[in-house]
Nanobody, 120 residues
Framework: QVQLVESGGGLVHPGGSLRLSCAASRSIFSINAMGWYRQAPGKERELVAGITSGSNINYAESVKGRFTISTDNAKNTVYLQMNSLKPEDTAVYYC??????????????WGKGTLVTVSS
């Protein structure tokens, strides 16, 4: 399993920016896919942005053009740069890592989450 620690959440005004970080306990090269999910009060958890080991990236339609996912392999860290934030972006943001192994199958790991609040 992969231990994931998120940071960077907080309170920001509409139109503002935040950068979330997710530090992994093992090399990103050994992880098949990483992603950021979010869960707003009363709603289901949804994928915000994902990146695979082959550098394929996808975004939720609601964040395209505003959010950017990236990695720093030397730091085993994945980032989510969030610009032009809206009140509807308010949620707990979770980091996810998926590792596919020959012996244990798919191992799905989650961080504890970081709260992002967009409010004036």
């Amino acid at each position: 399993q992969v231990q994931l620690v998120e940071s960077g959440g907080g309170l920001v005004h509409p139109g503002g920016s935040l950068r979330l970080s997710c530090a992994a306990s093992r090399s990103i090269f050994s992880i098949n896919a990483m992603g950021w999910y979010r869960q707003a009060p009363g709603k289901e958890r949804e994928l915000v942005a994902g990146i695979t080991s082959g550098s394929n990236i996808n975004y939720a339609e609601s964040v395209k053009g505003r959010f950017t996912i990236s990695t720093d392999n030397a730091k085993n860290t994945v980032y989510l740069q969030m610009n032009s934030l809206k009140p509807e972006d308010t949620a707990v943001y979770y980091c996810n890592a998926v590792v596919v192994t020959a012996t244990s199958g798919v191992i799905d790991s989650w961080g504890k989450g970081t709260l992002v609040t967009v409010s004036s």
